[in-house]
Nanobody, 129 residues
Framework: QVQLVESGGGLVQAGGSLRLSCAASGRFFSSYAMGWFRQAPGKEREFVAAIAGSALRTYYADSVKGRFTISRDNAKKTVYLQMNSLKPEDTAVYYC??????????????????????WGQGTQVTVSS
């Protein structure tokens, strides 16, 4: 059984930074791509960033490119999301997720929520203007 636990959310002023963490349980953590998604009130869940099992490939939504950085520490079974230059429109509940399929080539960066099967409970990020 895989469990994902996010932490690091909070209230920050526009222009500030936060670092989210997602600790995973279960085996073969490094064999799966991981992703971050977010959901703002009244909106659908949207893709933020993904990282391959090897950490050698990453992918970002256009809205966060250049401001957010996804990384992972496979030894600690943890994935991170460093968020800089935060904007009020980044306010949302942030979720980490594990990809549904084994990252055979170690370069997968899935971007659709249906490509993930395990999800954390979410952590709230609020950016004030």
């Amino acid at each position: 059984q895989v469990q994902l636990v996010e932490s690091g959310g909070g209230l920050v002023q526009a222009g500030g930074s936060l670092r989210l963490s997602c600790a995973a349980s279960g085996r073969f953590f490094s064999s799966y791509a991981m992703g971050w998604f977010r959901q703002a009130p009244g909106k659908e869940r949207e893709f933020v960033a993904a990282i391959a099992g090897s950490a050698l490939r990453t992918y970002y939504a256009d809205s966060v490119k250049g401001r957010f950085t996804i990384s992972r520490d496979n030894a600690k079974k943890t994935v991170y999301l460093q968020m800089n230059s935060l904007k009020p429109e980044d306010t949302a509940v942030y979720y980490c997720a594990r990809a549904r399929t084994y990252d055979t080539d170690m370069d997968s960066t899935p971007r659709l929520s249906g490509e993930y099967d395990y999800w954390g409970q979410g952590t709230q990020v609020t950016v004030s203007s």
